[in-house]
């Protein structure tokens, strides 16, 4: 039924690799590691999607104790950057970044490095068998700080140092409430001094004030930034002005969004008000497990919700690949494609 969205080919600027993998995988390596499952392996994606459909952010994020648990032997990093890759590619996607917290997997005795170093044998791997499949894919990773940890330079430091191992970016995650970006207003000027993307989690469980934090921290992407929506009324306010001036992306996930309770339904989600008001906006998954969801999913869900038309959901991949943290022979490449595709079916 969506076969012309799943041939669209499609940038995600915002995936998680410890909510992206297959709930098969976790079973597996939850007994290679002796991690205690919370039900039978066969209602593991039900569970994992169950518990995050909660409406509240902070318990969305508790489904990732258990991923995480998994997720501390460089070799099962490894495996799910590359199964995440196949997965990317066999909905349509041909550039993604994927982004994690290296603070959080390191329980096993691993480095930084070596948990980066990881997820890029994965990453290569997957691009690697894919392209060998005729379809040219390319993903990078974003090095994600917890916001409610103790604030530190050490995710930046390690994001700088691991650029050969397709480290483009530095963003930050966790609970939103309470813990502005001001707080790694250091570790953002280390990012942004060597030339690394920055994105920050905001707008998401907080409101405008957050959204002002990433915005002076120098953000240039918001992870979600939908309830920038607050600050519109007749006519934008000073923030909801300034996303707009600096042409900030939002990195919106629509499945996600109603998942946390930033909507009750698609139809009532802000998109569409953003949209309308000239926000840039691009689409992606947040999280393929806790949502269960793909790229082709979100864009189906918009074109039956909101009206999108195919032209619209191409119009949000050009916007991803412009805001992309890519360089600019990447960049050309995908606009290629995105070109040839609208040349041809649009």
């Not at 489904?63 to 490894?78: C, K, N, W, Y």
């Not at 329980?107 to 691009?127: C, E, F, I, K, Q």
């Not at 189906?300 to 690949?321: F, P, S």
């Amino acid at each position: 039924m969506n076969d012309h969205l799943r041939d669209l080919p499609k940038v995600c600027l915002h995936e998680h690799l410890d909510g992206s993998l297959r709930a098969p995988t976790v079973a597996e390596l939850a007994a290679v590691d002796g991690v205690l499952l919370p039900v039978d392996p066969a209602a593991l994606g039900d569970w994992f999607y169950d518990r995050a459909d909660s409406g509240s952010l902070v318990e969305y994020l508790t489904t990732f104790d258990l991923t995480v648990a998994v997720l501390q032997r460089p070799e099962h990093l490894e495996r799910v950057a590359r199964e995440l890759v196949e997965d990317l590619a066999a909905d349509g996607v041909v550039y993604a970044e994927v982004r994690w917290a290296p603070e959080v997997h390191l329980r096993g005795g691993s480095s930084g490095y070596d948990v980066v170093a990881a997820v890029w044998r994965g990453l290569t791997a997957g691009m690697a068998t894919e392209a060998a499949r005729g379809h040219a894919i390319t993903v990078r990773q974003i090095l994600t700080a917890m916001r409610h940890r103790e604030p530190s330079t050490w995710t930046a430091d390690l994001a700088v140092a691991c650029r050969a191992l397709g480290v483009v970016g530095f963003d930050l995650a966790g609970p939103e409430a309470g813990f502005g970006a001001e707080r790694f207003a250091d570790a953002c000027r280390v990012a942004r001094a060597a030339g690394l993307g920055l994105t920050v989690h905001a707008g998401e469980a907080d409101g405008p004030t957050s959204v002002q934090a990433a915005l002076t921290v120098g953000a240039t992407r918001l992870g979600h930034g939908v309830r920038i929506v607050e600050d519109l009324g007749s006519a934008p306010g000073e923030v909801a002005g300034e996303v707009l001036r600096r042409g900030v992306t939002l990195e919106v996930c629509p499945t996600s969004n109603l998942m946390t309770g930033i909507a009750a339904t698609l139809a009532d989600h802000p998109i569409e008000t953003l949209r309308r008001a000239g926000f840039r906006i691009s689409i992606s998954c947040d999280n393929r497990l806790m949502s269960r969801t793909t790229a082709t999913a979100e864009l189906a869900a918009l074109e039956a919700a909101c009206g999108w038309t195919v032209g619209d959901c191409l119009a949000a991949q050009y916007v991803g690949i412009e805001a992309a943290f890519c360089d600019d022979a990447e960049r050309e490449r995908v606009r290629a494609v995105l070109d040839r595709y609208r040349d041809t079916a649009v």
